[in-house]
Nanobody, 126 residues
Framework: QVRLVQSGGGSVQAGGSLRLSCAAS???????????VGWFRQAPGKQRELVAV???????NTAEAVKGRFSISRDNTKNTVYLEMNSLKPEDTAVYHC?????????????????WGQGTQVTVSS
């Protein structure tokens, strides 16, 4: 079983930056079963949407709404994936979740991800 623990997030003014982290823990075999990690967000009254996703090999997929402002990276030695968020806007306000799956392709459908972090609130004020 894999456990994803998120850290980071909080409140910031528009134009500011935040970094989210997602650390995976569990048995060695379960950790190695994870190939792809994604960040999703859900604002009140809206559907969960992909923010960015990265495979073990480094392939990425980033939502158009955050391209050029957000970047996803991973440190396989620490079993951790990061989401660097710059030039934040009020519309970025949401609960952010990391999610992991065993496939080796930057899939965008949250239903395909087996493991989920606890979620963290990001609030951007104008």
């Amino acid at each position: 079983q894999v456990r994803l623990v998120q850290s980071g997030g909080g409140s910031v003014q528009a134009g500011g930056s935040l970094r989210l982290s997602c650390a995976a823990s569990g048995s060695i075999s379960s950790i190695f079963s994870i190939n792809t990690v994604g960040w999703f967000r859900q604002a009140p009254g809206k559907q969960r949407e992909l923010v960015a996703v990265i495979t073990r090999g480094g392939s990425t997929n980033t939502a158009e709404a955050v391209k050029g402002r957000f970047s996803i990276s991973r440190d396989n030695t620490k079993n951790t994936v990061y989401l660097e968020m710059n030039s934040l806007k009020p519309e970025d306000t949401a609960v952010y979740h990391c999610a992991a799956g065993g496939f080796d392709w930057p899939r965008t459908d949250p239903r395909e991800y087996a493991y989920w972090g606890q979620g963290t609130q990001v609030t951007v004020s104008s």
